[in-house]
């Protein structure tokens, strides 16, 4: 994966060019390296929403690859599989407002992985000073956790709490009739007596 390329800003004359393209490398190497480890799948994508780069858990989660994923737009991705109305307000509407989110849930069918269930982390990597943010360019981090097999685990688990409070029920209601016939019974008794 190459490294990105820089903003076309001017940098200051006291840092020179060669030292700031090895600055951005050993940075884009660090980030590179960071998302690599991750086991969730990981886009890093520009400021245009382009992919940078994406991780091995990404490549083997969503079955593509680098050619058919580097220097996309994320909607186009996967014949437009991305172009997700809910992940377009995440990154277009509520990223720019608070550089970052957390555990978004996206359902959506995929067509080469099917129904999926997604919780999605974004931060844009932005820098405060003026300097820096002329250097290096925005870059956002999406991560993808997949919560498929829980969220049908925990439905699976509503409907037998469903079954077992339906059961309970009725045999609470059964109870209490045997208790009704049974205090019939024994008034019945003792008015015989």
Excluded: C
Excluded at 65 to 94: H, M, S
Excluded at 145 to 166: R, Y
Excluded at 181 to 188: A, F, P, S
């Amino acid at each position: 994966m190459d490294t990105p390329t820089k903003n076309s800003g001017q940098p200051p004359s006291i840092i020179g060019t060669a030292t700031l393209e090895q600055l951005w490398s050993e940075s884009w190497t660090y980030i590179k390296s960071v998302v690599d480890i991750a086991r969730e799948p990981i886009l890093i994508l520009d400021k245009n929403l382009s992919v940078l780069a994406a991780n091995e858990a990404f490549y083997r989660t969503f079955q593509t690859e680098p050619k058919d994923t580097e220097a996309k737009n994320v909607y186009e991705l996967g014949n437009g599989q991305w172009n997700i109305p809910a992940l377009k307000k995440l990154l277009e509407e509520i990223l720019p407002k608070n550089t970052f989110f957390k555990g978004f849930e996206v359902e959506h069918t995929f067509p080469a992985i099917g129904y999926k269930v997604m919780l999605l982390n974004g931060r844009q990597i932005h820098f405060t000073e003026k300097t820096a943010r002329e250097i290096f360019p925005t870059t956002i981090l999406l991560a993808m956790e997949d919560i498929t097999e829980l969220m049908l685990v925990a439905d699976k688990l509503t409907g037998h709490t469903s079954d077992l409070e339906s059961k309970l029920i009725g045999h609470t209601k059964n109870l209490e009739q045997q208790i009704k016939d049974l205090e019939t019974q024994v008034r019945n008794i003792k008015t015989s007596a």
